[in-house]
Nanobody, 124 residues
Framework: VQLQASGGGLVQAGDSLRLSCTIF?????MGWFRQAPGKEREFVAV????????SYSDSVKGRFTISRDNVKSTVDLQMNNLKPEDTAVYYC?????????????????????WGQGTLVTVSS
C-alpha cells in the first residue's frame, strides 16, 4: 500500500503551495500531518471519506484547505499565507476503515497507512 504525496518546495512567507496525495482506497478518511525538525508529528487537517466533514489544527485554520476528488483519487491540501513555522515534512495518511460516514480522526494513532512525506520550507 502506497500513498504518494507531492507538491512540496521552497517558498517565501506569504506564498501558497498545494500538496497532493494519491488515495489508495476511496472509503477512508484522509489526513495531513507534519513534522518539523526536532518536533513531534502533528495533525494538520482531515477530511472524511465522503468529503462532508473536515477538521483543522488551530495553527492552520483559515489558511489551509483540505479537499478530495474521489474520481481522480486524490486528496489535496491548499496552503495559503504560509509562515516560516509551517516549515516541515508533510505526510498524507489514510485512516483505519470506519462505517461512520463523517468519521474524521485527528489522532495519528487512528491512521493505518502513511505516505513518504514531502518537504515544505518557508523562508522569512
Amino acid at each position: 500500500v502506497q500513498l504518494q504525496a507531492s507538491g512540496g518546495g521552497l517558498v517565501q512567507a506569504g506564498d501558497s503551495l498545494r500538496l497532493s496525495c494519491t488515495i489508495f482506497a476511496l472509503n477512508r478518511a484522509m489526513g495531513w500531518f507534519r513534522q518539523a525538525p526536532g518536533k513531534e508529528r502533528e495533525f494538520v487537517a482531515v477530511i472524511s471519506r465522503g468529503g462532508g466533514s473536515t477538521s483543522y489544527s488551530d495553527s492552520v485554520k483559515g489558511r489551509f484547505t483540505i479537499s478530495r476528488d474521489n474520481v481522480k483519487s486524490t486528496v489535496d491540501l491548499q496552503m495559503n499565507n504560509l509562515k516560516p513555522e509551517d516549515t516541515a515534512v508533510y505526510y498524507c495518511a489514510a485512516a483505519f476503515a470506519n462505517p461512520v460516514t463523517n468519521y474524521a480522526p485527528v489522532k495519528a494513532t487512528s491512521y493505518a497507512y502513511w505516505g513518504q512525506g514531502t518537504l515544505v520550507t518557508v523562508s522569512s
